[in-house]
């Protein structure tokens, strides 16, 4: 299984100079635990709600920007890229999240959440519906005759 076909296409971005406050905000009410930190079109860092000092970090974010908190050193991963690499690289460098990119551009960003839904699931196993789908009645012969059925 390739990254594209789990990754958010809806990636929440800030800028290093947004208040850490106000970052947690918006991480509160979008419903996510990362944003990605650009200026302009180049990548700068990962803002995680860990980063923010999580629910009862108020004095952690308090007179910080982003830029002060961020993670500076993450890594990235190219949408072609196996969800195998992607969870080496999050195990490897204690990452919950990887930015997407492909030629420089941010296309996406694939969260731990996102591989244990993958493994949750089965990569290979089939949906219910398709499961169900292949279940069909063969008439079957008595006794050699070609009766009906």
Do not use: Q
Not at 13 to 27: F, I, K
Not at 94 to 111: E, Q
Not at 115 to 127: H, Q, T
Request: overall charge positive; some cysteine.
């Amino acid at each position: 299984m390739r990254i594209n076909e789990l990754m958010s296409e809806h990636v929440h971005t800030v800028g290093p100079e947004e208040s850490a406050e106000r970052a947690w905000a918006l991480m509160h009410t979008a419903g996510v635990r990362h944003l990605i930190v650009k200026d302009g079109s180049s990548i700068l860092g990962v803002f995680s709600d860990g980063d923010a000092g999580g629910r009862w970090g108020a004095s952690v974010r308090a007179g910080k920007s982003v830029g002060d908190l961020m993670d500076r050193h993450f890594a990235s991963i190219g949408p072609d890229d196996t969800v195998k690499k992607a969870a080496n690289l999050m195990n490897g460098r204690l990452a919950s999240c990887l930015p997407v990119v492909r030629r420089g551009k941010l296309v996406g960003v694939v969260t731990r959440t996102d591989l244990l839904r993958v493994i949750g699931r089965g990569v290979d196993r089939p949906s219910h519906a398709a499961r169900a789908a292949t279940h069909y009645r063969v008439p079957h012969r008595r006794n050699g005759s070609a009766g009906r059925w």
